[in-house]
């Protein structure tokens, strides 16, 4: 069991992190603007369902082994950042579709594969697995001994305050989208505007430094 001072300073560091604009915000951003609400909550729960299996591989001791290799570290790194850059296309080359979705002329886009995008990105996010493995051992209670599963429940933590917070990015950028629908012409510029910043994003990732 976590001490409550430590489960406290964790839920503070967490909470500053999350909030904080990086990576995962504006995904859900640009998702967000592409999507839709729905689309962008989704996409939300989605990315944190990919941070579990980072959580159980951070308790198991994998995923230290993962962030101190230069070699699997930047593996990862690349897919995630080569996935972001195809969801960035797709919207961009599906923009009209966006603009018909939002107006009813067409079915939105299959919530499992909105979910399994976002889970993809979520999982293969290398901010998310060096914070797991240079933060949560920080906040473990060692002498109470039980590590992995203090570590395990850190990472549910993270999860959970990541979802919600999250949700609130996806509802505020989702709710700007919906004035944007009134006009086909302006949904199809937001929907690609959501495409560039997951292009964007996705260069970003690349480009960072290897974990060393």
Known sequence: MI???NLLAFVLA???LIVI??????????RSL???????????????????????????????????SVVIFTVVKLAGAAYLVYLGVQAIRHRHDAAAAATGAVAPRSSWRLLGEGFVVGVTNPKTIAFFVA????FV????????????????????LALCCDSIWALAAGTARDWFARSPKR??????????????LGGVLALSGNKH
Do not use: C, H, R, W
């Open 3 to 5: 001490p409550a001072s």
């Open 14 to 16: 967490s909470v500053v």
């Open 21 to 30: 604009p990086g990576p995962s915000v504006l995904f859900v951003i640009g």
């Open 34 to 68: 592409a999507l839709g609400k729905l689309g962008g909550f989704l996409s939300v729960v989605g990315n944190a369902l990919g941070m579990l299996p980072l959580v159980a591989a951070v308790a198991l001791g994998v995923g230290a082994l993962v962030a101190q």
């Open 135 to 138: 933060v949560l051992p920080q």
């Open 141 to 160: 209670d060692y002498s109470q001994g039980f590590v992995p599963v203090q570590m395990a429940e850190l990472g549910a933590v993270f999860v959970v």
């Open 187 to 200: 949904i199809s510029t937001l929907s690609a505007t959501g495409g560039v910043m997951m292009i964007g």
